[in-house]
């Protein structure tokens, strides 16, 4: 099992929690089996051609899974899954 | 007034008379006390030449014997005593300034000191001066300075706080908004009195009140693509504190260009993230977000709250990087994205790598023409149409 951080945005989405559990080989199937567990996270995360949108960054631990091997990049157990898109909240 | 010294009789002038005749020009000025006390504070112009070695560098700091001369030292006796000495050694028109330095000071003469600060100065951040990373080097590059706050609002209000008490010599602020009730939960530059005022002026205000060091800046409105080359052009590091995506964007492909670093925060609720993006060095902020998120997940704190310490922990952590910055102290987080979260009170740090493809910085950035630098792109269109259909 890895642990996916939900950012504030999605809480919403996943009961307000900032933590779920999921299983999965590789960070696609991490992702998929919190789809499948939140549906409403499935529209934030994936586009319609099942690739993630381009505006949610995700992590593996502290590295980038676009310079891993994308959804591909194996997961052990243990591992975090972050899910971090971009937050202007600043001055108003 | 004249006083005894031996058998010679010198003259004594009050400072007051000292600094006319010090406006007025062609007066040798000397300083007869130790290194150490010259360090700490003299006057403006004034030669040191400590007593003990005043015959071997007296002819050196004064070599006309017919100028006239003014002669100080801390409280009066040991420029009294050099004074007769310099009429012993042929010097015509010899002064000793009563009271010396202490006197000058306590009728609010300015003094200066070798390290280029004054006495106040040296007091005020004698706490920075200590530490062996800022020095007074550092110090003196914290008053020379020039950075530019994007927003005066929940980040800018505590960077520019700290900022300002650190003796960053110019802060510039950029803000259209006025002091509203509802931001004085966190806004901690403004204050009740100041609700309706331009958030610039009321932190100008602040400012000038905590640190007359600091020179404020404001710039009232917005930037945009029109006006944003020029206004950050003038500062070495810009703080992003922007509540809103084109912006965001915008201040990121205008600092690249001018290569200039921004220090980036934001804020929603219990969350804050930061990074400082130094152009070239490490990703920008295109690299870390290459497409803004759809409205829906890009609400504001307005809209959804946010915790005011937050403010306060993000802003300060951007003050810190902005010192470390102007330093060339530490490890700026550079290629580092920080998060921190508020109710859990936790960190996570995560890697940001500078993207080959960025249209900004990427390899082929270097090839965009003169002539093109400058114009940028729809932003508002380019954020409003950012992840729909696709």
């Keep these: 099992m890895a642990t996916v951080r939900i950012p504030p945005v ?65 997961v052990k157990d243990g591992d975090t899954v972050v899910i971090l898109p971009a937050m202007a909240g600043g001055a108003s | 007034m004249a006083t005894g010294a031996g058998t010679q009789t010198i003259e004594e002038i009050e400072p007051f008379e000292a600094a006319e005749e010090i406006e007025g020009g062609d007066v040798v000025l000397i300083d007869t006390r130790e290194p150490h006390e010259f360090q700490d504070a003299h006057l403006e112009n004034g030669k040191l030449v400590p007593p003990g070695l005043l015959a071997d560098e007296i002819g050196g700091a004064a070599p006309d014997k017919s100028a006239r001369t003014i002669l100080y030292c801390r409280s009066g006796n040991r420029s009294a005593i050099a004074a007769a000495q310099l009429q012993e050694l ?46 007074v080097d550092g110090q003196l590059k914290l008053l020379n300075a020039k950075v530019l706050l994007l927003g005066a609002g929940g980040l800018g209000a505590p960077t520019a706080l700290y900022l300002a008490a ?55 409105g917005r930037l945009d693509a029109g006006n944003i080359l020029e206004i950050i052009g003038d500062y070495d590091i810009v703080v992003d504190g922007a509540d809103n995506f084109p912006t965001r964007y915008l201040l990121n492909d205008a600092s690249v260009r001018l290569r200039k670093p921004v220090v980036s925060a934001s804020i929603l609720g219990f969350d ?104 940028f792109p729809d932003y508002d269109l380019f954020c409003a149409g950012a992840g729909g259909d696709r």
């Design chain 1, 10 to 74: 999605l809480r919403p989405k996943t009961d307000g929690k900032p933590e779920v559990e999921a299983a999965g080989g590789n960070v696609g199937e991490v992702l998929r089996n919190l789809t499948e567990s939140y549906p409403d996270t499935q529209a934030q995360l994936f586009g319609e051609d099942g690739d993630l949108n381009r505006y949610v960054n995700v992590y593996l631990n502290d590295e980038d899974v676009r310079v891993l091997d994308g959804l591909d990049t194996a």
């Design chain 2, 90 to 135: 042929g010097y015509e028109d010899v002064a000793s300034m009563a009271g010396g330095i202490l006197a000058w000071q306590e009728q609010g003469l300015p003094v200066v000191s070798t390290s280029g600060m004054t006495a106040e100065q040296r007091d005020r951040y004698s706490r920075h001066t200590l530490l062996p990373e800022v020095g």
């Design chain 2, 272 to 375: 804050g993230q930061i990074s400082t993006f130094v152009p070239f060095e490490g990703p920008c902020y295109r690299c870390l977000y290459p497409t803004p998120p759809p409205a829906e997940l890009a609400p504001s704190c307005s809209a959804n709250g946010v915790l005011g310490v937050m403010a306060g922990t993000m802003g300060t952590l951007q003050a810190n990087e902005v010192i470390k910055l102007v330093l060339g102290a530490g490890e700026p987080l550079v290629g580092r994205l920080l998060l921190y979260e508020a109710l859990g009170t936790t960190f996570t740090e995560l890697k940001v790598r500078r993207d080959p493809e960025c249209p900004i910085c990427g390899e082929n950035a270097e090839e965009i023409p003169e002539s093109e630098m400058g114009r």
């Design chain 2, 166 to 220: 650190a003796g960053v010599g110019t802060l510039g602020l950029v803000d259209d908004d006025v002091v509203d009730a509802s931001n004085l939960q966190r806004q901690v530059i403004h204050n009740t009195e100041r609700i309706g005022m331009p958030k610039t002026e009321s932190a100008r205000l602040f400012i000038e009140a905590l640190n007359p060091d600091v020179n404020v800046v404001e710039h009232r």
